[in-house]
T-cell receptor
Framework: GEEVAQTPKHLVRGEGQKAKLYCAPIKGHSYVFWYQQVLKNEFKFLISFQNENVFDETGMPKERFSAKCLPNSPCSLEIQATKLEDSAVYFC?????????????FGPGTRLTVT | AQSVTQPDIHITVSEGASLELRCNYSYGATPYLFWYVQSPGQGLQLLLKYFSGDTLVQGIKGFEAEFKRSQSSFNLRKPSVHWSDAAEYFCAVGPAPGSGAGSYQLTFGKGTKLSVIP
């Protein structure tokens, strides 16, 4: 498709429960990024993929967060044992690299509320 | 480490007035610069980008931005604001491919909220 799709739009989890978010990148885009936007408008980079391979995971809290981008499946971001501080909007973006040019196209986000 | 500063948290302008949103960046390598707009409850829409060449770049919705390397700035402008421009605006910086600065993740400023008085 021509837009980045994210599901679900909203997700509510009790503290300690698992949360799984999905992202379908734009067809033909080889890079996928996950960002976390917290209440103070701060965007935090979590992880990026080049096709199905992890490209950069320096932003991932590895003890509870994991992500995958498998062929012919939506990408996913999973949080085990959610904490209150995980409440945020999670954005997925996709991009392709054409020569020295890239643009990231963002999905509408998934709002995660941990209670 | 890279950073982006948007000094104005909230700006209010009258419809039809001109607009300038400020953005300053700190980046060790060659920066790629972007402006995004976020309407309430929505994702980010790319307004414009600067990679190289002409330092004045045109974007969608009548926006433009000027890259000033000497001032480490990339300010967004619009000559006449419309009520529909009310939104949150984010400036972002990313690495130039091949610069050795890692992957292409963006570093964002904290945003400037634009309110428009009819």
């Amino acid at each position: 498709g021509e837009e980045v799709a994210q599901t679900p739009k909203h997700l509510v989890r009790g503290e300690g429960q698992k949360a799984k978010l999905y992202c379908a990148p734009i067809k033909g885009h080889s890079y996928v990024f996950w960002y976390q936007q917290v209440l103070k408008n701060e965007f935090k980079f979590l992880i990026s993929f080049q096709n199905e391979n992890v490209f950069d995971e320096t932003g991932m809290p590895k003890e509870r967060f994991s992500a995958k981008c498998l062929p012919n499946s939506p990408c996913s971001l999973e949080i085990q044992a959610t904490k209150l501080e995980d409440s945020a909007v999670y954005f997925c973006a996709s991009s392709l690299l054409r020569g020295l040019i890239y643009e990231q196209y963002f999905g509408p986000g998934t709002r995660l509320t941990v209670t | 480490a890279q950073s982006v500063t948007q000094p104005d948290i909230h700006i209010t302008v009258s419809e039809g007035a001109s607009l300038e949103l400020r953005c300053n960046y700190s980046y060790g390598a060659t920066p790629y610069l972007f402006w995004y707009v976020q309407s309430p409850g929505q994702g980010l829409q790319l307004l414009l980008k600067y990679f190289s060449g002409d330092t004045l770049v045109q974007g969608i919705k009548g926006f433009e931005a000027e890259f000033k390397r000497s001032q480490s700035s990339f300010n967004l402008r619009k000559p006449s604001v419309h009520w529909s421009d009310a939104a949150e605006y984010f400036c972002a910086v990313g690495p130039a491919p091949g610069s050795g600065a890692g992957s292409y993740q963006l570093t964002f400023g904290k945003g400037t909220k634009l309110s428009v008085i009819p």
